[in-house]
């Protein structure tokens, strides 16, 4: 009965590093951030351009990130983002894209902006990246994302 318990507890070990790193982006030695948001654009341009398909990898994304970031932010007591972790930028990168024409100077502009709000951090950015539990790691990403989404938006209108 141990042996599983250990054998699951490997597997779950080896799930949450793929997909904190996603895939392994975030070994990446310069710049995994700015590398997973523009994987994350690629992957999106191939995501249908309809509401169910769209909504769908954002939700499991959304519900992965969360939850592998509070485990983390568990197991190591900390509630920085350290640049490995890049299930967030991804995450971001998607809201970001959220109903955005499959056009590539909209996604140019979505990701230079998404990543000059992800690094820069101004404001409200800066303060909800504190949060505890893993919510600071990925809501700092999710609110640049939602930022971009709207003046994106409001250009394309």
């Known amino acids: ?20 790193r996603y895939f392994f982006i975030g070994n990446i ?3 995994p951030g ?19 398909y769209q909504l769908f990898f954002l939700t499991l994304h959304l519900v992965l990130g969360f939850y592998f970031c509070f485990l ?9 983002d350290p640049g490995f972790i890049v299930i967030d930028e991804v995450v971001g990168m998607f809201i970001s894209l959220l109903f955005i024409p499959k056009v590539l100077s909209a996604y140019l502009l979505s990701f230079i902006l998404f990543r000059f709000f992800d690094i820069v951090k101004p404001s409200i ?3 909800i990246q504190n949060m505890r539990y ?4 990925m809501l700092d990403d999710i609110l640049s994302g939602i ?8 250009l394309l209108l």
């Open 1 to 20: 009965m141990s042996f599983n318990i250990l054998s699951l507890e490997k597997i779950m070990n080896k799930l949450e590093n793929v997909i904190l």
């Open 29 to 31: 030695k310069y710049a």
């Open 34 to 52: 700015s590398f997973a948001s523009f994987v994350a654009l690629i992957i999106y341009f191939f995501i249908p351009n309809t509401i169910f």
């Open 72 to 80: 983390y932010s568990q197991k190591n007591q900390q509630n920085e």
């Open 125 to 127: 950015i800066y303060r």
């Open 134 to 137: 893993g919510l600071g790691i």
């Open 147 to 154: 930022i971009t989404l709207l003046i994106v938006t409001g």
